[in-house]
């Protein structure tokens, strides 16, 4: 099956800072999903990104599926934006579901 | 909020017991995903059921099972329940049989003592 590690798996930030969160795929995905954990275990959708590059607000993500890797950005880093950060991607054949990496965890501090 | 709604949010059980949990899917999507998501394990994909039929399973054991109604809410059934089954169950919704977003409920986080 497909394999999807991320990098780096912990992160430790000053708000203030940014940061860039990589997640590599070992497949062609027909969809590619960035979600933040919040410490309540709310899983948020960030961005829908099978390729190409998005924004919204402090975050934006790019993802180049040639290269089979993506990478989300996150600037003026707060206090909020501290959980686990995960990609998920699935690959375009039937019977497959989104599989997730371990993702990274992110501690911002005040 | 996502639209994904789950029931209940949290059980508390003793081993061998059987619980079932349920799901309702964003208004419109036809796809309901389950999935585990354990300390040692991460997120782990379950089964996956588009308009009522089965159409994928991951990493479910036998112990457990689960069914899409014709309303299409579903609903994932845990029986002779171990220690080690203690985790957060989600619950994702999607539009497509095979491609579009999923969005995720908030979890049913469940205790086996």
């Known amino acids: 099956g497909i394999q999807v590690e991320q990098s780096p798996p912990d992160l430790i930030l000053q708000e203030g800072a940014n940061s860039t969160l990589r997640c590599n795929f070992s497949?062609?995905?027909?969809?590619l999903q960035w979600f933040h954990q919040n410490p309540w275990g709310q899983l948020i959708n960030l961005f829908y990104?099978?390729?190409g590059t998005k924004q919204n607000g402090r975050l934006s993500a790019t993802t180049v599926a040639t290269e089979r890797y993506s990478l989300l950005y996150i600037s003026s880093s707060q206090t909020t934006d501290s959980g686990v950060y995960f990609c998920?991607?699935?690959?375009?054949?039937?019977?497959?579901?989104?599989?997730f990496g371990k993702g990274t965890t992110l501690s911002v501090s005040s | 909020d996502s639209g994904v709604t789950q029931t209940p949010k949290h059980l508390i059980t003793a081993t061998g017991q059987r619980v079932t949990l349920r799901c309702s899917p964003r208004?419109?999507?036809?796809?309901v995903y389950w999935y585990q998501q354990s300390l040692d394990q991460g997120l782990q994909f379950l089964i996956h059921?588009?308009?009522?039929?089965?159409?994928a399973k991951g990493n479910i054991l036998e112990r457990f099972s689960a069914q899409q109604f014709p309303d299409l809410h579903s609903e994932l059934n845990l029986s002779s329940l171990e220690l080690g089954d203690s985790a957060l169950y989600f619950c994702?919704?999607?539009?497509?049989?095979?491609?579009?977003?999923?969005?995720f409920g908030e979890g049913s986080r469940l205790t086996v003592l």
């Open positions: 208004s419109g999507d036809l796809s």
């Open positions: 059921y588009y308009n009522g039929e089965e159409r």
């Open positions: 998920a991607v699935k690959v375009n054949q039937a019977g497959t579901a989104l599989i």
């Open positions: 990104i099978p390729s």
């Open positions: 497949d062609s995905v027909n969809n």
């Open positions: 994702a919704s999607s539009v497509g049989k095979n491609t579009g977003e999923l969005f």
